[in-house]
């Protein structure tokens, strides 16, 4: 059976299902992709990116408005570390305090290993949800090439949880609708970024449709409403603190 005829089949499936079915659905298979034939992907993407202009052009940004001392950063699918991994080649970036969520073992125990003085978590969409609050308190939350994977309702959850820790969130993703009023569904989520930013009240302040020419890939960075707020106080965005010892079941900080 051809690719495209699956994808042909798939998509009629999922046009004759309510909305909120077919959404559950493909998050589900997404997920269950990543925890059996994803789970080593770790190993051909560790340490091959590119040079990941955007997410040092982030950073900048973001210094402008921390206070004194390593900026602090929550990723959400972070692999085994792989934006990481960028950071820490370059003196400019390589002192961060970094806390990392994925939903693969495999890549999380990876990533320990490579990283044993940073702290990473087991967990998907719903887990991060749950536990967000529980992380701490951080001047920038990625989410890079991972979104898509999710329906829209969990992805504003995801991105409300990340407004409460965090000052800037910064998301790479699938760009085509950005500006659109209603997102889509074509075996990839590709979602109406613009208006869940101004739903849940965060404030664009970059957005590239490309991450480089031909690229169906752009990101954009927000400040969230808690940033906002501290600067109209005059304070430094974050006061940080982490829970590097977070357990998977629900534990408050310390």
């Known amino acids: 059976m051809s690719t495209s005829f699956r994808a042909a089949i798939r998509t009629g499936v999922m046009a004759l299902l309510p909305d909120r079915w077919g959404d559950s659905l493909l998050t589900a298979k997404q997920a269950l992709w990543w925890r059996t034939m994803g789970r080593h992907w770790h190993f051909k993407k560790f340490a091959r990116d590119g040079g990941k202009e955007w997410l040092k052009t982030a950073l900048s940004r973001v210094r402008q408005d921390a206070g004194p001392g390593p ?3 929550l990723e959400f699918g972070c692999n085994a570390g792989n934006n990481l991994y960028t950071l820490r080649q370059d003196p400019a970036t390589a002192a961060v305090t970094y806390c990392g969520v994925d939903i693969n073992p495999k890549a999380i125990a990876f990533a320990r290993t490579r990283f044993p003085s940073d702290s990473f978590h087991v967990g998907d969409h719903g887990w991060f949800i749950r536990h ?70 965060l404030d664009v302040v970059e957005m590239e449709a490309m991450l480089a020419p031909g690229s169906p890939y752009g ?36």
């Open 71 to 73: 900026l602090a950063i």
């Open 132 to 201: 967000a609050d529980a992380l701490g308190s951080f001047n920038l939350f990625v989410a890079s090439h991972i979104l898509y994977y999710i329906d829209e309702k969990h992805t504003r959850l995801v991105l409300e949880a990340a407004c409460r820790v965090a000052d800037y969130i910064l998301v790479v993703d699938r760009m085509e609708r950005f500006f659109d009023n209603s997102p889509a569904r074509t075996g990839l989520f590709f979602h109406a970024y613009a208006s869940i930013c101004n739903d849940i009240g």
């Open 219 to 254: 990101y954009f960075l927000a400040r969230s409403v808690r940033s906002v707020n501290a600067q109209q106080e005059g304070l430094p965005a974050t006061n940080v603190r982490s829970c590097a010892g977070l357990p998977l079941t629900t534990e408050p900080c310390p």
